[in-house]
């Protein structure tokens, strides 16, 4: 709470409640305090004293990333994203772009709230599904144990001029796109490691092979009955962080 003497025998002060900040105007022989809150004119004897308006959605910690030669349709798509504190919530925004003759229309448009506060951002444009047309993701989040990166990945509609989010890329950290397999990749760490071979279904990764590592080197496959195990051999421990980019048969 600050307070200031403002005239003969009146006295402001402001504190702050919710982010929300009052000022209450008191006189000696005035026991009702007047408060105001956002922008008023309140009179003081005859001189009236005008309070300005504070942003209860103050910005802060504001990270800016745009791009708009790679995203989609290079030179007619483009990709904004923002991070910023609002109060105590860590904020993820993406605006996505298309360009009519010489102004750029905002297509779509997607807020966040639950982006950490430990992690940078670190936007990626990419190509994650071999069509050519670059994709987008950001570090929305870190895993269990320092070496899982967690991304939100948005993928380029070409036919639909517009980005998909894929609602599950979270659940697997460390997401490449693998040349070899032409498929996605997430290598997870945990008491060993884990590379999972995924597909882009609609808007859903769907895996369909793994590669686990451990006291053994052992490969499933992901079917319509559930998984089945191909390939079991003993490793080397010295072995268990490596990532693997086939899986029949399993090499790094």
Partial sequence: MKRWAIGLGVFLLTFTVGGITVWLFMAKDDPAPHTGVGQQALNIGSQPIVLMEEAVDTETNVEFFTDEKRIGRRGKNKVEIKCFDRA????????????????WKQKQVFEFNDKDDLTPCDPHVSDFNNDRFRDFTYRSSHAARGANEVRRLFVYDPGNDRLVYIQNSESYPNLLYNKKANCLTSWMFHGATTTVFLRIDGDELKDFAAVDTGADLVVTLTGEHGRKEIYRKRMREDDIYTRYSTFDPPRP
């Fill in 88 to 103: 105590e919530v860590r904020i993820a925004e993406i605006r996505f772009f298309t360009r009519e003759g010489a102004e």
